[in-house]
């Protein structure tokens, strides 16, 4: 039974795990973590930078490694990297230790919210749209597998959609026995 107090945000880049993660935990006064952010604190350089020395490899090894020792501390909202969902030991992880909450975002949004940013290295290429609809098709599956909650973000500012997030957290999550898979397709009221 996941423990509920803790609240991990998966999606795509650009999906606002970061950004409404911060906020929402403000909100639930919860502590906020971001494995990217941990992983850069503890190597002491650039995500880019991991890529250019370890691979994407070594990345998804020192991920693993955040996303075990973050997952384990209670209270907590938990921004994942976008591809926290692709080795099934952090999928099984994911699932077991928190509210697991998918945001998704269609894809031009994707691309005008990350298109100025230049931390992401698998966006640094002459076809971010084309490489951003092969990570969607890829990974789509894999977000729906390991969510409990499914939610739209593209019609909400990212302090509105934190606001919306934590009142439906509050009234359906904290106060529900069961961490039954809300499908929440239909718009938060
Ligand atoms: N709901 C939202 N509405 C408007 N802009 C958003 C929203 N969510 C995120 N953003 C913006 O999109 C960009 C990427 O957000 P970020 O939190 O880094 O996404 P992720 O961590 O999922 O890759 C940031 O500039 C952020 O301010
Ligand atoms: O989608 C991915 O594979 C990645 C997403 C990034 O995190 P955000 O989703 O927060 O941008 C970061 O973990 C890394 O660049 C790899
Ligand atoms: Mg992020």
Do not use: C
Request: charged fraction near 30%; avoid cysteine; charge should be positive.
């Amino acid at each position: 039974m996941p423990d509920k107090s803790s609240i991990f945000l998966i999606g795509p880049m650009g999906a606002g795990k970061t950004t409404v993660g911060r906020r929402l935990a403000r909100i639930l006064n919860l502590e906020f973590v971001d494995s990217d952010a941990e992983i850069n604190k503890k190597t002491g350089v650039d995500t880019a930078t991991i890529f250019e020395i370890e691979g994407e490899d070594g990345f998804r090894k020192r991920e693993t490694r955040a996303l075990e020792e973050l997952s384990s501390r209670g209270g907590i909202v938990l921004a994942t990297g976008g591809g926290a969902v692709l080795k099934p030991e952090n999928r099984e992880l994911l699932k077991s230790r928190g509210f697991v909450v998918y945001l998704t975002v269609p894809l031009e949004l994707q691309l005008r919210r990350t298109r100025r940013d230049r931390k992401r290295p698998l966006l640094q290429t002459p076809n971010p749209r084309k490489r951003l609809q092969q990570l969607n098709r890829e990974r789509d599956p894999l977000y729906r597998e390991t969510a409990h909650w499914i939610v739209d973000t593209q019609r909400n500012d990212s302090q509105r959609l934190a606001r919306e997030l934590a009142t439906h957290i509050r009234n359906n999550v904290w106060q529900d026995d069961s961490t039954s898979r809300i499908d929440a397709h239909r718009p938060i009221q």
